[in-house]
Nanobody, 121 residues
């Protein structure tokens, strides 16, 4: 099973930026993609972005398109989520996950512990 460790969360004012990192180890070679999801209090965990390890294809939730960018460094086995123009509604715990190239949560079978992102208005 893959081991995933997120970092980079924190408190930021609306309009600001943060970059999240997800370091992967273990059986990541069998997972073609990495995704970012988020969960706000009282809400379902929702898809944010995904990237294909080998080809670099990406997909985003409509709510973050044009503001967030997912990228990867294959040599470091690390995936990043650059978040710009942050809004208070982006406040959530952000999770990275390894699995299929999909927007569906059930297609990911390894998850990190999550990192808190709080955007103040």
């Amino acid at each position: 099973q893959a081991q995933l460790v997120e970092s980079g969360g924190g408190l930021v004012q609306a309009g600001g930026s943060l970059r999240l990192s997800c370091a992967a180890s273990g059986r990541t070679f069998s997972r073609p993609a990495m995704g970012w999801f988020r969960q706000a209090p009282g809400k379902e965990r929702e898809f944010v972005a995904t990237i294909w390890w080998n080809y670099g294809n990406t997909d985003y939730a409509d709510s973050v398109k044009g503001r967030f960018t997912i990228s990867r460094d294959n040599n470091k086995n690390t995936v990043y989520l650059q978040m710009n123009s942050l809004k208070p509604e982006d406040t959530a715990v952000y999770y990275c996950a390894a699995g299929a190239y999909s927007t569906r949560r059930v297609m990911y079978d390894s998850w990190g512990q999550g990192t808190q992102v709080t955007v103040s208005s």
